[in-house]
């Protein structure tokens, strides 16, 4: 039998606290399924708020620890180059795991989500020797004959609270642990109630590379319980959050109790822009891929197709002819090229809005339905005609379905891709070097690409704005989402 079709060998499904796997208090479980078939395949330990306290504390604990304060920077940063050689041995369990229980495609869960994980924990692993303040020279104002000095450094805000989502659930995990630790942070992470299985493997093998005990908790659990009770607490000094923006929202009302610091990384829908002198042998599959890439399940989807009139028609049916060519199935089937949404109140979401778009008036070009199979799939689906108040564009769909939209001129770029209440990427098309800078200084997005779409680097800072969230992640930005700069000031006297 092929080995591709047997389900892969499960980790704990207790929580992962001061480096021991205990039971929830409460002894309440979160039934896991497979999205491809919809069976059960497991079940997961949901933390109670006094499960996530024992972990805060825990992790408060190890980040007040003689040791953890000592530690080395090279030291914190060779557990990580340590746990990124042990992620890259188990990478291929890792990605059936991930495939079984988030659904994509086994080929995007291995050379996408655990490629992305490997080179993170790399990355910042890099990062934990490098961090240095600075030193100021003062222009007191007054004269007391002091020499007067500051130096600042870079100290850890304490320990860290990471909810993730479920849609690359490894390398959401890896982008809060591996940053917080490299800069001496501890942390307790929650992952998505949908898809905690690899973290939870994740957890087995940061206990196998040897963290200090605490460095690393993992809770899994609800969001309106374990989430918000991470939240609520006043040890945890940071939230990094990746989600919604209706939780994004409601992390940072909760967290203002406590005075925590925050980053949002929340949702998205981003333009894809193509202008009539485009290469469009590759602007429409690249509009394509933009949208359909796991399922359409990345908040940087290019979900609104803007499209400069002259080739308008040409794209829509270029992007509606990939999206009927492309093959639904089980992500571990060979040639499966897109997987089933992560779940069934996820598919009615995306169902729901399709219907609703139907009815508004926008013309269906491809897909549009379920398929008639077992699993929670969705045809990739292209809407044209569509208005600007339709609720299909105005809102994050999260799924494999791409509104495309004419324009007539130029100068009406800027007021249709910024008429969203989000700003997290776009993309531009384009042949032209001098439109495509000056369109990329008036999209209102962290994050504008030329030629390509959905390109992240650990290098270049990622983060939206608008409703797309606060602060970024990636790069030096990373510097001072996990720190505090401290200042300490001097005075200098006398004659030496
Ligand atoms: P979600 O907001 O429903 O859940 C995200 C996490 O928050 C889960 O772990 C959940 O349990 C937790 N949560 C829910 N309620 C909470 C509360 N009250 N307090 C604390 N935690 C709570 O999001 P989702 O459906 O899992 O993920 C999809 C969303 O994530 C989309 O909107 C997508 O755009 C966004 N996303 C953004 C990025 C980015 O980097 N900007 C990346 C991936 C996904």
Sequence with gaps: ?????????????????????????????????????????????????????????????????????????????????????????????????????????????????????????????????KTAGEYITLSPFFDDGGIYR????????????????????????????????????????????????????????????????GAVNIVTGYGHDAGAALVDHPLVRKIAFTGSTATGQRILAASAKTMKRVTLELGGKSPTIILADADLSRAIPGAANAIFGNSGQVCTAGSRLLIEEPVYEEVVAGVAEIARGLRLGPGHEEGTQLGPIVSSRQLERISGLVQSGRSEGARVVAGGNRPDRDGWF????????????????????????????????????????????????????TRNLDHAHLLAEEIDAGTVWFNTHNILDLAVPFGGTKMSGRGREFGTEAINAFTEPKAVVMRLAGDY
């Design 378 to 429: 969705f045809e990739p689906t292209v809407l044209a005609d569509v208005r600007p108040d339709m609720q299909v564009i105005r809102e994050e769909i999260f799924g494999p379905v791409v509104c495309a939209i004419p324009f007539s001129a130029r100068s009406e770029i800027k007021a249709i891709a910024n008429d969203t209440p989000y700003g997290l990427g776009a993309s531009i098309w």
């Design 150 to 213: 500051a130096y600042t450094e870079r100290k850890p805000v304490g320990v860290v609270g990471g909810i993730t989502p479920w849609n690359f659930p490894l390398g959401q995990a890896i982008q809060k642990i591996a940053p917080a630790i490299a800069f001496g942070c501890t942390v307790v992470l929650k992952p998505s109630e949908e898809t905690s299985l690899t973290t939870l493997r994740l957890a087995e093998l940061i206990h196998e590379v040897g963290f200090p005990k």
């Design 1 to 129: 039998m092929n080995a591709m079709n047997q389900a892969p060998s499960l980790p704990r499904t207790d929580l992962y606290i001061n480096g021991e796997w205990v039971k929830a208090s409460s002894g309440k479980t979160i039934p896991v399924f497979n999205p491809a078939t919809e069976n059960q395949i497991a079940e997961l330990a949901a933390a109670s708020v006094e499960d996530v306290n024992r972990a805060v504390e825990a992790a408060h604990a190890c980040f007040e620890s003689t040791a953890w304060r000592r530690m080395r920077p090279l030291d914190r940063g060779r557990l990580l180059e340590k746990l990124a050689l042990v992620v890259e041995e188990h990478a291929d369990e890792l990605a059936r795991l991930e495939t079984y229980d988030n659904g994509k495609p086994y080929a995007t869960s291995r050379y996408v989500d655990l490629a992305f994980t490997i080179d993170a924990l790399r990355y910042f692993g890099g990062w934990a020797s």
